[in-house]
Nanobody
């Protein structure tokens, strides 16, 4: 069992930055892949960024060069640094843990980019 708790969302102006964090419980954290997904109103949930247990990263084309995902296995945390935010980045952001057939989700944190 893995429990995930996100933090760091909020309201930011276009061009601004936010850092999301996800704290995980459980001893399996280091062996699983971690990801950040987002869901905007009326849209499907989409992958924003992911990082494997070995540290390989993957980004959606829409956030490449602006967002950076990182993980700290010693602290059981994964973070998403978001720079140059745009109004279209507005969504609820979810932390995800994936290992074999297991998927766990956090409760989500709202990110709103607006002037």
């Amino acid at each position: 069992q893995v429990q995930l708790v996100e933090s760091g969302g909020g309201l930011v102006q276009p061009g601004g930055s936010l850092r999301l964090s996800c704290a995980a419980s459980g001893s399996m954290f280091s062996v699983g892949a971690m990801g950040w997904y987002r869901q905007a109103p009326g849209k499907e949930r989409e992958l924003v960024a992911s990082i494997t247990s070995g540290g390989s990263t993957n980004y959606a084309d829409s956030v490449k060069g602006r967002f950076t995902i990182s993980r700290d296995n010693a602290k059981n945390t994964v973070s998403l640094q978001m720079n140059s935010l745009k109004p279209e980045d507005t969504a609820v952001y979810y932390c995800n843990y994936h290992f074999r057939s297991w998927d766990y989700w956090g409760q989500g944190t709202q990110v709103t980019v607006s002037s």
